[in-house]
T-cell receptor, first 113, second 115 residues
């Protein structure tokens, strides 16, 4: 069974631009969670989607948004990029909403110049 | 709220040494506990898990026991290898309410194993 895939793997943007990251969960998994990883703040939860609905959201500004499609694929969008948005963005999937195990993709490395 | 505290790193060991990475947590109810490992340039891999008190998770020679009385989930390995060099994260999941789909992570511990 294929793992979680994320595209693109690397991205370079400039301040003020917007970016969209994509995540395809493991086949059959319906819950997708997103995390931001930085050296200073560590791993922080962004949001979680289940059956196309956002069920939980972390403490991030409204510039960070996401969505989930009927095939469980998910995208996250960051608008008006800031230098501090440079990070590794990780997507994780799990079989059902309250399943404790999450399986992670390789991440998208975003650099904002 | 939920929180996870890991021992300060980095940890540097010689091959075949014994490894312990301490992890303690704060949470309401009965969380599930995990250890994840991250190799350079990669995402997180689930190393082991425990879903209730006194459970022992184990994988690839690593072990951790869910101790509710001490709110701990320390990672151990009897004999480390160079290939174990990575960053290790302790995490918890507390199903329900505002915790759905959310893992709370410790700050990570960098492990370097020398030949």
């Amino acid at each position: 069974k294929a793992g979680v895939t994320q595209t693109p793997r690397y991205l370079i943007k400039t301040r003020g631009q917007q970016v969209t990251l994509s995540c395809s969960p493991i086949s059959g998994h319906r819950s997708v969670s997103w995390y931001q990883q930085t050296p200073g703040q560590g791993l922080q939860f962004l949001f979680e989607y289940f059956s196309e609905t956002q069920r939980n959201k972390g403490n991030f500004p409204g510039r960070f948004s996401g969505r989930q499609f009927s095939n469980s694929r998910s995208e996250m969008n960051v608008s008006t990029l800031e230098l501090g948005d440079s990070a590794l963005y990780l997507c994780a999937s799990s079989f059902k909403r309250d399943s404790p195990e999450q399986f992670f993709g390789p991440g998208t490395r975003l650099t904002v110049l | 709220g939920n929180s996870v505290t890991q021992m300060e790193g980095p940890v540097t060991l010689s091959e075949e040494a014994f490894l312990t990475i301490n992890c303690t947590y704060t949470a309401t109810g009965y969380p599930s506990l995990f250890w994840y490992v991250q190799y350079p340039g990669e995402g997180l891999q689930l190393l082991l898990k425990a879903t209730k008190a006194d459970d022992k998770g184990s994988n690839k020679g690593f072990e951790a026991t869910y101790r509710k009385e001490t709110t701990s989930f320390h990672l151990e390995k009897g004999s480390v290898q160079v290939s174990d060099s990575a960053v290790y994260f302790c995490a918890l999941s507390n199903a329900g309410g505002t915790s759905y789909g959310k893992l709370t992570f410790g700050q990570g511990t960098i492990l370097t194993v020398h030949p």
